[in-house]
């Protein structure tokens, strides 16, 4: 079976070098494995295998191939974690199951509901390590915000997850597991057909429409259990969400963003926040290896960006740092030629971060530059204000409760 879908195409060609880059990046991904996937009592999870690999499961066990697909409808379409409920399942099959598998979900350590509905989750693997998931309900969709590592190698200066290491990758099975635990937590089970609340789209009632790979971690730093998460929500006999419905945010991993574009097909954010590389370079230090200039190219041929489906800029605004008309103008400068919109977003202080929320003012008048240009501009309206809402910030408070 395919391990990707239908709409792969070809890497565009690289030279050796960008060839050496990606397998460096995918060889240091490899030095913070997941945790096996396995409880206490040595069961398995099968969460998280591809098809290939459920199906290899299943003639392991002795059983036809065709096992694998009914598991597969059972766990994604109908989101069952019983073997004993899944009815088109012999009875002697559903306990040789049971008594090798289980269907996981990560135990919720901490969770917070704001008054606008925004409610985050902070999930436990069984490592213990933990992570935050956040959903944030729009009037006819609503988008989660899953997390891909447990910290992150990169240090921006102005984000909270960056102040914490990297502890390690998470596997497939917890970025699915991350989704699917926030779909139980709607009760959003079966899988509604249509793609969002939207009834004029065609849609069914998807409260869970979107997916945006904007939480803890660089994805782009773990792409193979992203790679393998994503393809596992996209297939159309499971959860089926379509890529369009998808949004990954990378800080700029280059060489990786090809692979992505390629294989994937999702659509792409980018962490701009600064128009000049020395002011980039402090602001997310992942710039000094791949400057502006080739994150710009990268963004240029990323397969799929068109005026319809545009690539998203993110830019969080920094009082008296990056928030001038001066920068606004270059911004769009930046960005002519590129299918791009730009995602404005006041900065979320955290306790100890060194800069402050643009004015009101001055976000009103970067923003009006920007959309003069041609480009929308939304200024992210701040979410789960009395939640902790800054990416890490719940991790931390719940760490220094537990000391405390
Ligand atoms: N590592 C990826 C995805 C996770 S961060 C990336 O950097 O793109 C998701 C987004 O949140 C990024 O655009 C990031 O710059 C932004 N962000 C991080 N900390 C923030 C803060 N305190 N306030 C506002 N945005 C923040
Ligand atoms: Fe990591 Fe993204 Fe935070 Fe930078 S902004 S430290 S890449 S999670």
Redesign the pocket.
């Known amino acids: 079976m395919n391990a990707f879908p239908p709409h792969q195409r070809s890497l565009p060609p690289a030279d050796g070098m960008t060839e050496a880059e990606r397998a460096r990046i995918l060889a240091k991904a490899a030095l913070f494995p997941p945790p096996p996937m396995v409880d206490a009592d040595g069961r398995r999870d099968l969460l998280g295998l591809s098809r290939a690999e459920l199906e290899a499961e299943m003639v392991a066990l002795g059983e036809k191939p065709f096992r694998a697909r009914q598991l597969w409808h059972w766990i994604y379409h109908q989101g069952e974690r019983d073997f004993a409920r899944m009815s088109t399942i012999a009875r002697p099959t559903q306990a040789k199951l049971a008594e090798r598998f289980v269907i996981g979900r990560p135990a919720i350590a901490a969770e917070q509901t704001s008054q606008d509905g925004t409610r985050k989750w902070l999930f436990s693997w069984r490592d213990g390590q933990q992570v935050e998931t956040v959903f944030i309900p729009e009037e006819d969709r609503g988008a989660v915000c899953i997390s891909t590592q447990v910290g992150?190698t990169?240090s921006?200066r102005?984000?909270?997850?960056g102040t914490q290491k990297l502890v390690r990758n998470l596997g497939a099975a917890e970025i699915v597991g991350q989704f699917m635990a926030a779909r139980d937590a709607y009760g959003e089970w079966p899988t509604p057909k249509g793609g969002s609340g939207n009834k004029d789209a065609g849609g069914e009632g998807r409260l869970l429409s979107n997916i945006v790979?904007?939480?803890?971690?660089?994805?782009l730093y773990n792409y193979e259990n992203v790679a393998k998460a994503l393809t596992i929500i996209m297939d159309h006999e499971g959860i089926g969400l379509s890529r369009r419905r998808i949004t990954l945010?990378?800080?700029g991993v280059v060489p990786m963003m090809d692979k992505c574009g390629a294989e994937l097909g999702v659509n792409l954010?980018v962490?701009l926040?600064a128009v000049t590389d020395d002011l980039r370079d402090e602001l997310v230090p992942l710039n000094r290896k791949y400057p502006i200039a080739e994150l710009l190219a990268a963004c240029r041929r990323y397969p799929g960006a068109s005026n319809a489906r545009r690539i998203t800029f993110?830019y969080?605004m920094l009082r008296g740092v990056n928030d001038s008309e001066a920068d606004a103008r270059e911004l769009v400068r930046l960005l002519r030629g590129i299918p791009a919109k730009v995602n404005l977003?006041p900065?979320?202080?955290?306790p100890g971060?060194a800069y402050r929320t643009s004015t009101p003012e001055a976000l009103r008048r970067f923003a009006e530059i920007v959309n003069a240009a041609g480009y929308s501009s939304p200024i992210r309206r701040p979410r789960g204000r009395d939640i902790l809402a800054?990416?890490g910030q719940l991790k931390t408070e719940s760490e220094r409760a537990r000391r405390a």
């Open positions: 992150c990169l921006c102005f984000c909270h997850t790979v904007m939480g803890m971690g660089e994805p945010s990378t800080s954010a962490s926040h993110e969080v977003i900065f979320n202080p955290w971060s800054a990416c």
